[in-house]
């Protein structure tokens, strides 16, 4: 996706080629959750325009497919950094949603591989960056999932002696979570945003710093140039493979 591309008013788009851009994103988003988390990000922003889609959200979408096209063997390769351990990485980007909401992430490696990876709009607006990172990480869905997929992984034969490293760019998250009690700043949120407290001080998660040009998971909230997305797709431990590729016309000649 472009780099500051921002969504036109709804009023703009037409109602009438919504099927054909739901077609089109819903076929992109199937490949998003399953193998190219590096186009996660830029299908959450445009599946959000299907009801009146405009021409530049079509040029977007079909941005993306030539995209694809370019670049056709890329894909998850599981084991290649055997020492990974279990991690999860979680980011925010502050009010760069419609109705000044943010978008949240995050990303499980293991191995040196993503295994499961999220890129969605907040539910609800955040007053600061710090709310915003801090609800990114309080997310029940991530946290459950962490710990879900923890389990997974111990039935599977990895062993786990440390609780689930988290990984966040925010200090001020870190210094939350590690306050006793709740500060006024976030006392306001729902209870559910707070799981992840409870997760830490029971000692089930294990909060970290990282330098955001390292963290995988800002990849997916917000559009990147070539040479920082191409980061992020090392990051995020996509690589090219060396599988073949066929097309249906290959396969009806073969036969």
Known sequence: MVQGWKPANNKEGDPNSSLDYIELTGKLNWLSIKTRPD???????????????????????????RYLK???????????????PFTAFVDASYADCEKG???ESYVFMLGGAPIAWSSKRQQIVAHSTT??????????????????????????????????????????????????????GIR??????????????????????IDGKKNPADGLTKPYDNYKFVQFRNLIGLKE?????????????DE
């Open 39 to 65: 186009i996660t990000q830029s299908i959450a922003r445009l599946q959000r325009r299907s009801s009146s889609p405009t021409d530049a959200d079509f040029d977007a979408v079909k941005r993306i497919y």
């Open 70 to 84: 370019s670049n056709p063997r890329y894909g998850i390769v599981l084991g290649q950094i055997p020492t990974q």
């Open 101 to 103: 909401r943010s978008t």
């Open 131 to 184: 709310v915003a990172e801090y609800c990114s990480m309080s997310t029940i869905m991530m946290v459950r999932q962490g710990l879900y997929l923890q389990n997974i992984c111990r039935a599977i034969g990895f062993e786990f002696d440390h609780p689930l490293p988290v990984f966040t760019d925010s200090g001020n998250v870190i210094k939350l979570l590690n306050k006793p009690g709740y500060s006024p």
């Open 188 to 209: 306001h949120l729902d209870v559910r945003y707070h799981y992840v407290k409870e997760s830490k001080d029971e000692n089930r998660i294990r909060i970290e710093k």
């Open 241 to 253: 493979t060396n599988f073949s590729i066929k097309n249906s016309s290959d396969s009806e000649d």
